[in-house]
Nanobody, 121 residues
Framework: QVQLVESGGGLVQPGGSLRLSCAAS????????MGWYRQAPGKQRELVAS???????NYLDSVKGRFTISRDNAKKTVYLQMNTLKPEDTAVYYC???????????????WGQGTQVTVSS
């Protein structure tokens, strides 16, 4: 079984920073792409940033220059450094990973439970 556990959300003032972490655990053979999605109330879930196993990155236009995604393959962890936060960044942030398991060599996408980020004065 594979689990993704997120941490680092919270309440921050506009212009502030937060760092999200997501650690994968379980029967993992290989972690391929990893990413962060977010979903605000009444809106669809959207991809914020993604990173390949080789650390190539992709960002939502509205977060370019403010957010940075990174990963530590040895720790099976992906991070999202969020700077210059705006009220419109308020959402539940979800970690996502494309994982090949070591039990049965199955490959699938897994989700974390979500962490709330609120940007407000």
């Amino acid at each position: 079984q594979v689990q993704l556990v997120e941490s680092g959300g919270g309440l921050v003032q506009p212009g502030g920073s937060l760092r999200l972490s997501c650690a994968a655990s379980g029967s993992i053979f290989r972690i391929n792409d990893m990413g962060w999605y977010r979903q605000a109330p009444g809106k669809q879930r959207e991809l914020v940033a993604s990173i390949t196993k080789g650390s190539s990155t992709n960002y939502l236009d509205s977060v370019k220059g403010r957010f940075t995604i990174s990963r530590d393959n040895a720790k099976k962890t992906v991070y999202l450094q969020m700077n210059t936060l705006k009220p419109e960044d308020t959402a539940v942030y979800y970690c996502n990973a494309d994982i090949t398991t070591s039990s049965g060599w199955a490959r699938g996408r897994y989700w974390g439970q979500g962490t709330q980020v609120t940007v407000s004065s």
